[in-house]
């Protein structure tokens, strides 16, 4: 369970298209006294994006960032562009520097070397001569295992294998620190992840002609493979039956927030009598475990469906369940024929974007998920010098000292519950940039020809190197898991080891730049950083205490307190209206909800202890510092969406879209209303008894 700060990455928005499925003081003020006018630029921070014609008091968000919403572009291969796509991209261009000099080294290098292997996983890609010689060929070992399955036993030793090479089908498993006592490796079942993730998508009248373009696309997709075009289409809605039945029975996104709701311990012998249609004991010795004694199920009612369900289909239903499961989940490492089918679903029908990214971008992003290690230690080495990394730290420690500051002077919470808080707090660990030590790859086979295999490989060795952690001591890894990579733009708090990582992504010009003022930095990357810090104190973050384990260390009337807190702000944000009819969902989006609070208050707060009195009353484009600061964090989600993906985000991601990240946080901090002189009967002002303080 990780809580990061973007609500969608670049990155991710392509797999989207594709796949479907952030002590006293150090002293590190900037010179604010010398500045008189901000460099003005296209991306990041600038005056020129605001729309000065708008008024703040009716719609902050059109004028922090007005001017750039009027002019963005959203490109035809995207389905948003935002600030932080804008950073993906400046990374990408320097990643793409990376890989191709890599490239051009690869053959003189020892293989297992990062530099063999990220030239070499490039090459394999962007062969797509070789790729449309090969055809369906990489599939077909596979899929000839499908094919002679005699019996639903079988079923067991086909699902082990294809999990540990990334086909998730229908059972699904991870170790993990374990939630109670996180000292010790838990073997975790999780649902399997469907093709397409929205569970609505499966269930709502409103997703009837996507469903029907799914069809189309599953029996395009069978055809691909040598189906002929009558027997594809009966496969599909059998398939499609099959993934409706799983989604009937998933936890909804707003379900699947409940910590406790999703740990449930089963020995063996339980798991085994309460699902006895599938051989647990084997599927486990098949992924390399042995002696399993218990196992966390996230969502029994799943596991119960997915008995029952190996009951009553036949075996040629489950061989055609997965054959397509396969197929859908490798059919990008193939040729442009899979691919382009691929994309004309998940990417032109869910989403509206019309165009395939150039396949350098593809290649690049794949790799920057596969192989990311490799690549992210290039990446450092190359454009994360150490005094950017110093001056994040001293950020850092000046957002923890306002954090514990405020912790002392809360005025709801109970001196006992308040020690505890400070405890977790003082044990938080913050890791900037990269990790200590860096994850080997070198004994992974990488082939200039084998694009397909390269992926399996990694994807197998990656599984492997995870389920061998279940007897081991728990090692927590920093920087290993998607949305923590050191080349993404985003940041992370971890409950189960109490960590915030902050990748060398993000800390680059626009979102953290030494040149501009401290109202603009504390308020971007300053708020990133306290909004991280805050997930550790959010309605889930709270559940957990300084070492990882979920163990309730509140008093009751602090915890009472704490939700009544919390459940004024899901009244707020289920008020937002994002398309017509369309609602934030304020309990889906809870946590970061409390997180963007948190963030966006605390560095207000770090900023005016950071600035004398002179320098507070100076502008800089004609603005204060504490207007700068609101600008800044209208700025820093400045976003244009396509409504395809909107909808879906609303219904399925815990962040808000991004006018509600901006003015939701906003109207409860008190600073904001005389800032901009915002009055009774204006649109954006709340009466002080309805504004909501927690951290």
Known sequence: MMKSIAHISLVTMTAIALLGSQPEYASSQSTDSTLSKAEPSQQGFSVNHMDLSVEPQKNFYQFAAGNWLKKAVIPD?????SSFDELDEQNNQKIQKIIKEAQAKSSQSPKGSITQQVGDFYTAGMNTELLEKLGATPLKSELNKVKTLTSKKDLIPLLAHQNLIGVSSIVDQYVAPDKKQATVNALYLSPATLPVSNREFYLSPNFEPQRKAYLTHIAKMLSLIGENPSQAEAQAKTILEMETALAKVTLSPTEARDV?????KFTLAQLQKSYPNFDWQQYFSLLGLTDVKEVIVEEPRYYEKVNVLLKERSLEDWKTYQRWQYLTAKA????DDFLQEKFDFFGKTMFGVTALPPRNRIITDTLLSSLNPPISQLFVKQYFPPATKAKTEIMVANIKAEFKRRLEQNPWMSEATRQKAIA??????ILVGYPEKWLDYSAIEIKADDYFGN?????????RYNLAKLKQPVVTEYFVLNGTFPTQVNAAYVPSSNS??????????????AKLDNAVNYCSIGAVIAHEFTHGFDDKGRLFDGDGNRKDWWTKEDG???????NQLVKQYNQYEVLPGLFVNGQLTLGENIADLGGITIALSALKRSLTAEKLATKIDGFTPEQRCFIAWGQLWKTKDRPEIVRQLVQTNPHPPSEFRVTGPLVNVPEFFPTFSIKKGDPLWRDPAERVTIW
């Open 77 to 81: 291969d995207k389905p948003s562009v």
């Open 260 to 264: 406790d709701k999703v740990y449930n």
């Open 332 to 335: 990008v490492y193939l040729n």
């Open 424 to 429: 977790k707090l003082d044990k938080m660990k």
């Open 455 to 463: 992926h399996t490989r990694l994807t197998e060795w990656k599984n």
């Open 500 to 513: 915030i990582q902050i990748p060398a992504g993000i800390l680059q010009p626009p979102f953290f730049d």
């Open 560 to 566: 009472e307190n704490f939700s009544q807190r919390a």
